[in-house]
């Protein structure tokens, strides 16, 4: 079982930052690829941006050039900068883990962000 609580969330104004963090606990040495994911309002999930073990990253085009996926397996800590905000990144945003495939298998709580324009 893997454990992931998320932080860093909060309201800010349009071209502001926030950096969200995703603390992991358990079985940590399982996870092979970690991932953010947010739902707005009325919307389906959607995956932001995933990470593997060994630092490969992708990222949703709604995203590129804006915010930053990292991970530090010492602190089993998954993290994202999310720079120039825009209103339409407002939501909750997910920690995922996945121990096989992309998909998680494991959920954080969520953080809510706000972007006001």
């Known amino acids: 079982q893997v454990q992931l609580v998320e932080s860093g969330g909060g309201l800010v104004q349009a071209g502001g930052s926030l950096r969200l963090s995703c603390a992991a606990s358990?079985?940590?040495?399982?996870?092979?690829?970690m991932t953010w994911y947010r739902q707005a309002p009325g919307k389906q999930r959607e995956l932001v941006a995933g990470?593997?073990?060994?630092?490969?990253?992708n990222y949703a085009d709604s995203v590129k050039g804006r915010f930053t996926i990292s991970r530090d397996n010492a602190k089993n800590t998954l993290y994202l900068q999310m720079n120039s905000l825009k209103p339409e990144d407002t939501g909750v945003y997910y920690c995922?883990?996945?121990?096989?495939?992309?998909?998680?298998?494991?959920w954080g709580q969520g953080t809510q962000v706000t972007v006001s324009s």
């Open positions: 358990g079985s940590t040495f399982s996870v092979r690829f």
């Open positions: 995922g883990a996945a121990v096989w495939g992309t998909n998680p298998q494991y």
């Open positions: 990470i593997t073990t060994g630092g490969s990253t």
